[in-house]
């Protein structure tokens, strides 16, 4: 079966660094998301990005965020200055309707954290 | 302001009976609720769909709910075994059907 790629696994970087974070969605996906979750709390919305532009972002997705699908097959969200509550796991999800019968299919996440 | 709650506190219960998770929503005319499974380090994986009109749906030994009079979804696993231990996440579609939204998520613990 079909699935969402991430890597790296695991991300350790130094506060004030920039971090891409890399996501391959299913194939033949056209909504492409990145949540995160930070240890013990909720799976949060980042963004959502449909024909390459994003359709919807949360107040946690400032400046300091951006997500780019380069070329066509991959999906990267890109922190620009990370700071130290930016540890989290964070997941890249797509799926292949905007609504109805349309699950999300999550990758198995980036670890990032932030020193 | 929206809201997705569940009852943060582990559920724990013995092996083959039944375990049942509550979602509340405030503030949202939701279509249709989904229920994911989430696994430690892992990310979330769908389960079951069920839209506005329809009151239950199955998927072997799941069963969900959906009263959108009392704004609430039961999400039912029958026979559990200690394999169902995970959190179970629920979620919501809102703003232009790309936004979905989850809540905490109840974490189920089967005992054998």
């Known amino acids: 079966e079909p699935e969402v790629t991430q890597t790296p696994s695991h991300q350790v970087t130094q506060m004030g660094q920039e971090v891409i974070l890399r996501c391959v969605p299913i194939s033949n996906h056209l909504y492409f998301y990145w949540y995160r979750q930070i240890l013990g709390q909720k799976v949060e919305f980042l963004v959502s990005?449909?024909?390459?532009?994003?359709?919807?972002k949360s107040e946690i997705f400032d400046d300091q965020f951006s997500v780019e699908r380069p070329d066509g097959s991959n999906f990267t969200l890109k922190i620009r200055s990370t700071k130290l509550e930016d540890s989290a796991m964070y997941f890249c999800?797509?799926?292949?309707?905007?609504?109805?019968?349309?699950?999300?299919?999550f990758g198995n996440g980036t670890r990032l954290t932030v020193t | 302001s929206q809201k997705i709650e569940q009852n943060s506190e582990a559920l724990n219960i013995q092996e083959g009976k039944t375990a049942t998770l509550t979602c509340n929503y405030t503030?949202?005319?939701?279509?249709?609720l989904q229920w994911y499974r989430q696994d430690p380090g892992r990310g979330p994986v769908f389960l079951l769909l069920?839209?506005?009109?329809?009151k239950e749906k199955r998927k072997e030994r799941l069963k969900v709910t959906f009263d959108t009079t009392l704004k609430q979804s039961l999400f039912h696993i029958t026979a559990s075994q200690p394999a169902d231990s995970a959190t179970y996440l629920c979620a919501l579609e809102s703003g232009g059907y790309q936004k979905v939204t989850f809540g905490i998520g109840t974490k189920l613990q089967v005992i054998p």
């Open positions: 503030n949202y005319s939701p279509a249709y």
């Open positions: 990005f449909y024909n390459n532009e994003i359709s919807e």
């Open positions: 069920i839209r506005e009109n329809e």
């Open positions: 999800a797509s799926r292949s309707q905007g609504t109805y019968n349309s699950p999300l299919h």
